[in-house]
């Protein structure tokens, strides 16, 4: 028995009462951040679960009622909201509950986007994508480009309008029937603009803004010159398309599938290069500019992770000791901002005193893509130029969360969950993303074009990239 208790106490002989007092206090600071973590996740990303209970439905009606009641994680854990937001939410819900068995299905989803839209988020918007799969559409995809309305894909029936403007549709001037739908979704116009024509390419949604037609007719001029109005037939969704974000069109590559032709520009700029990379960098001629390209901030198919790329590239490009570097993110929709961090918050050093940095913007640029430029413009004040279009999201918006499906209607959800403001930085534990307020916070005065240099559609035609030009000239003069 007494070499038993030795061997038990054998440890307390050994390590004096203040080392436990350490052990038991390192291992309460762990624990205590071990849930801290925990709740962390759960608190970004609460995964909304389906309303328990609920049987197939025998009607549109209860069907429709069953999708508000799931659509319900949206006014629950959007963490933007105010309580009279909140309010404001569950009334529009209880308004549309009573209306949900006489509208048409495009209605219903519209009215669906347009509660969401009361957040007024950039992130916390319904997938416009989505919300056109079901139907059938115009043999035709249109991206809006300096203030027209142009033409880049087309099925075979219709491939004489590629490069046509779309003057008007119905009867509706082009930018009117655009901002229909603008109360459907929130966040700023720019970035609306991107992905606004799928909903008038989707007669069901003409129709439910009150713009339908037994047959949809568009006022055209084409590419020669000429005006025509054509009456277009919609096309009933094909099983094999890939889904295709509208601001994505003047990337040559991107179609729904082959059978749908495309606009080829008179020549390939730098942009339009590498179509198998959505991050890549070249040196350019004279030895003093570097080139990056990112389209995503997410990992692309070429087989190197987006992080190891960044850590290959910011070794690279130092030893290339550029004076310029130009960050072209006029694609880059968002993905992980974390794996960038290191090269864009690296650029200042990289360029120099005497060097700059030129980013180039769009309103496809939004979320990551934008803490990408605020990463580069903190660590070169002064010395970063913004060329192109204005971004696509404000600099304060929620972000994170969860997309997620209604049941019935397949519309897809999303709410917000973690706060960034890139001009005052942001405070509150369950209010700022772990990333904007732990990691790396990132502060800028603003994010305003310095040069505009817009993408308009005589320039992409022409194999033109007003933006490289207007950085190539400004680095010359």
């Known amino acids: 028995m007494r070499r038993f208790w030795r061997a038990i106490t054998f440890p307390f002989r050994i390590i004096p009462w203040w080392g436990y007092l350490i052990i038991l206090a390192v291992l309460g600071w762990l624990g205590r951040n071990i849930l801290l973590i925990i709740a962390t996740i759960i608190a970004f990303h609460p995964i909304p679960i389906p309303p328990l209970f609920q049987g197939e439905p025998e009607t549109v009606a209860e069907a429709r009622l069953q999708d508000i009641e799931h659509f319900q994680h949206v006014r629950r854990n959007e963490r933007s909201l105010t309580a009279d937001q909140r309010a404001g939410l569950q009334a529009a819900m209880d308004e549309l509950a009573r209306r949900a068995g006489t509208l048409s299905d495009a209605g219903f989803q519209l009215e669906l986007a347009r509660i969401q839209a009361m957040i007024d988020n950039g992130h916390s918007n319904a997938s416009a994508t989505r919300m056109v799969e079901p139907f059938a559409r115009l043999p035709i995809r249109a991206a809006w480009m300096d203030g027209e309305l142009r033409i880049l894909r087309a099925l075979p029936d219709a491939e004489d309008l590629l490069g046509a403007r779309i003057v008007s549709i119905n009867g509706v001037a082009a930018r009117d029937a655009l901002m229909a739908f603008r109360d459907a979704f929130g966040g700023n116009d720019a970035h609306f603009m991107i992905f606004a024509p799928l909903l008038v390419e989707t007669p069901d949604y003409l129709e439910a803004v009150g713009m339908g037609a037994e047959v949809t007719t568009l006022g055209l001029v084409l590419p020669d010159g000429r005006e025509e109005t054509r009456a277009l037939e919609a096309v009933a969704p094909a099983e094999d398309a890939r889904r295709i974000y509208p601001g994505d069109l003047p990337l040559t590559w991107i179609r729904e599938s082959d059978r749908w032709s495309v606009l080829a520009p008179s020549a390939r700029p730098l942009y339009l290069t590498n179509p198998d ?171 305003d074009v310095d040069i505009a240099a817009p993408l308009t559609f005589e320039a992409y035609a022409a194999g033109h990239d007003p933006a490289m030009e207007a950085v190539l000239s400004d680095i010359g003069g």
């Not at 990379?277 to 390209?293: A, C, K, Q, R």
């Not at 550029?322 to 090269?343: A, K, S």
């Not at 397949?410 to 706060?419: I, L, P, Q």
């Not at 732990?438 to 800028?444: G, R, S, T, W």
């Open 277 to 447: 990379n959505d991050y890549w960098f070249e040196l350019l001629p004279g030895g003093e500019t570097v080139y990056i390209s990112i389209r995503s901030n997410l990992d692309d198919d070429s087989g190197e992770s987006l992080r190891a790329w960044v850590a290959r590239a910011e070794a690279e490009i130092r030893e290339l000791a550029p004076r310029f570097v130009i960050v072209d993110q006029r694609f880059n929709g968002g993905g992980d901002l974390t794996q960038t961090e290191p090269l864009m918050s690296a650029l200042g050093d990289i360029v120099g005193e005497d060097g700059r940095i030129y980013l180039l913007t769009s309103g496809n640029t939004f979320s990551a893509g934008i803490v990408n430029l605020a990463m580069a413009r903190e660590s070169a004040p002064g010395r970063t130029v913004i060329v192109g279009e204005e971004i696509g999201d404000r600099l304060q918006f929620w972000a994170e969360g969860f997309w997620y499906s209604l049941p019935n209607s397949g519309f897809r959800a999303r709410y917000s969950t973690g706060f960034y403001d890139l001009q005052n930085g942001c405070h509150g534990i369950f209010i700022c993303h772990w990333g904007s307020l732990h990691i790396f916070p990132v502060i800028v005065d603003d994010l």
